[in-house]
């Protein structure tokens, strides 16, 4: 099955821990991006990346890291400097950088305990 | 600056309804739009991707217009049954030093009652 998987599903944080959460992409895709949705509101991005080995800020990248070592991976790091991080959080992929047809994982619900 | 507006925020319907669900965006050199569906709790599912120059997109009983002039984009349900309950979202994408994202708006929640 081809696709994109997101883990886990449900993290939870205690404040001043970092947490990282996981996607990886089986489609063989070049482009690997970030997206924070909250309630009421539309999908904001993170960070994206076009290649391994590179990555770029989104709209929202404070209290983010990302890492893209291997094609398939693209990590995200929730650190302690995120003062809101309780959001759901979606990873999506696209064919290569220059494509705009977007394809998602599951999503990673993240609360603050 | 690019910026996407969908109303309602929120619509009920009965069953066997036609619908329509409203798109709209602020700058109208867009290279596409894209209509996804997500259901409570889960990632997004692409319904339909329209092109510019293309006035409909359609997909069994999904039919997405644009009017790129006006800035606008219609998602039409025809015959809505209570699996169509979910939140509709549209998404156009813009370009920015090399790379391109996609700019979403808030969402319309549907719910289709028996």
């Known amino acids: 099955d081809g696709g994109i998987t997101q883990s886990p599903k449900y993290l939870f944080r205690k404040e001043g821990q970092n947490v990282t959460l996981s996607c990886e992409q089986n489609l063989n895709h070049d482009a690997m991006y970030w997206y924070r949705q909250d309630p009421g509101q539309g999908l904001r991005l993170i960070y994206y990346?076009?290649?391994?080995?590179?990555?770029q800020k989104g709209d929202i990248a404070e209290g983010y890291s990302v890492s893209r070592e291997k094609k398939e991976s693209f990590p995200l790091t929730v650190t302690s400097a995120q003062k809101n991080p309780t959001a759901f959080y979606l990873c999506?992929?696209?064919?290569?950088?220059?494509?705009?047809?977007?394809?998602f994982g599951q999503g990673t619900r993240l609360t603050v305990v | 600056k690019q910026e996407v507006t969908q109303i309602p925020a929120a619509l009920s319907v009965p069953e066997g309804e036609n619908l329509v669900l409203n798109c709209s965006f602020t700058?109208?050199?867009?290279?596409?739009l894209q209509w996804f569906r997500q259901d409570p709790g889960k990632g997004l599912t692409s319904l339909l991707l329209i092109q510019s120059s293309q006035r409909e997109q359609t997909s069994g009983r999904l039919n997405a217009s644009l009017d790129k002039s006006s800035g606008r984009s219609t998602l039409y349900i025809a015959a809505s049954q209570p699996g169509d309950s979910a939140t509709y979202l549209c998404a156009v994408p813009v370009f920015s030093g090399g790379y391109n994202k996609l700019i979403f708006g808030a969402g319309t929640r549907l719910a289709v009652h028996p």
């Open positions: 990346s076009q290649i391994v080995n590179d990555f």
């Open positions: 999506a992929s696209s064919p290569t950088q220059g494509s705009t047809e977007a394809f």
């Open positions: 700058d109208s050199a867009i290279y596409n």
